[in-house]
């Protein structure tokens, strides 16, 4: 009897040795990832089967020694049917993981890869979202220019905006001490990668003059100073028509208010409004809003010398309170373009 017993006994330990073998394979959102694995146990009476996955989520049950256990595991499927629609009324999110895969479309298998981008911490626009049960995948647009299909893992929704622009002072290499309003024009266009082969001057002496009315024209000389009782300015009107020279989607948005512009940066459009220098009391210098979180928005101001920068003090760009700029906005007449 005892033998039968220890016998019985060496059996009951081999088959929990063999269930503790089997294991479950991991794999990234992204089929050919770093890790693909399938593993599966034989034994009919207590059976767990995984599968390499993409997206898609599956449950599956684990039955052993009469105990069921619920395991909850992702499993690739080959095909599935997406609901495309737009997304461009959602806000901008932020990538949050380096070496994300780019499609060309929403991901079945077989689907084009465009590229491979690092671009982990910077924001991008949602152009189109693809919706199924078992993923989705958005089409996103940075600084601009349509990237492709991404899968919505790699996007996380944030509360600071931060626009990524290219800087561009008015004072060097060459100085231009009234020349602020094509200079935040050319940043603003910078998020939308326009202009970036042209320097500032290429700007300057294409801007519509005018001698008398800023509506049609800057008055004045943009590359000296104002010792006049004229306003040497462009307004709004004149500024947006010359941004669709290099962009069809400028426009003068003057008069909108603090929930419209909170709106478009959060949506990942830049605004350039006429405040003042550094956003300390109301001059006219104009500057571009190129960020927002809760109570503050992010200013890129065109005035800074090469010595700023380098040191770092004085910073042109910086965050200001939404108070402050709405004090000063109001104040210079709510003068604003959008550069979408």
């Known amino acids: 009897m005892k033998k039968i017993l220890s016998s019985l006994g060496l059996v009951m330990f081999l088959g929990v040795a063999a269930l503790t073998i089997n294991g479950n394979a991991t794999a990234n959102a992204d089929?050919?990832?770093?890790?693909?694995?399938?593993?599966?146990?034989?034994?009919?009476?207590?059976?767990?089967?995984?599968?390499?996955?993409?997206?898609?989520?599956?449950?599956?049950?684990?039955?052993?020694?009469?105990?069921?256990?619920?395991?909850?595991?992702?499993e690739f499927v080959n095909h599935v049917d997406f609901t495309i629609k737009s997304a461009k009324s959602e806000n901008a999110r932020i990538i949050n993981t380096d070496n994300v895969k780019v499609f060309a479309g929403p991901y079945n298998r077989g689907t084009k890869l465009l590229k491979t981008v690092n671009l982990n911490g910077q924001l991008v626009q949602l152009n189109k979202v693809a919706t199924s049960a078992e993923r989705t995948y958005y089409q996103v647009i940075y600084q601009g220019k349509t990237l492709g299909w991404i899968n919505a893992t790699y996007l996380s929704t944030t509360n600071v905006y931060e626009l990524p622009f290219v800087y561009t002072s008015q004072h060097f290499p060459f100085d231009a001490p009234n020349g602020c309003e094509a200079t935040a024009l050319k940043m603003a266009l910078s998020t939308k990668s326009v202009g970036l082969n042209h320097g500032l001057n290429y700007f300057l002496k294409r801007m519509p003059r005018a001698k008398y009315d800023q509506n049609k024209g800057f008055v004045g000389n943009p590359y000296a100073v104002n010792n006049t009782n004229q306003d040497w300015t462009i307004y709004p009107k004149a500024l947006a028509k010359f941004g669709r020279q290099f962009r069809k989607s400028v426009y003068n948005i003057t008069g909108a208010s603090k929930s419209k512009i909170i709106y478009e940066v959060e949506h990942g459009n830049p605004v350039i409004a006429a405040t003042g220098y550094r956003m300390r009391k109301a001059t006219g210098h104009t500057l571009v809003v190129v960020g927002y979180k809760r109570g503050y928005f992010k200013m890129a101001d065109p005035s800074s010398w090469e010595s700023q920068m380098k040191s770092n003090k004085n910073n042109p760009v910086f965050w200001v309170s939404t108070s402050q700029f709405m004090k000063l906005y109001n104040q210079e007449g709510r003068k604003a373009v959008l550069v979408h």
């Open 31 to 74: 089929e050919n990832g770093s890790q693909q694995t399938t593993e599966a146990s034989s034994n009919s009476s207590s059976q767990t089967s995984t599968t390499t996955s993409q997206e898609g989520t599956n449950t599956n049950t684990s039955t052993t020694n009469g105990s069921n256990t619920t395991d909850t595991e992702t």
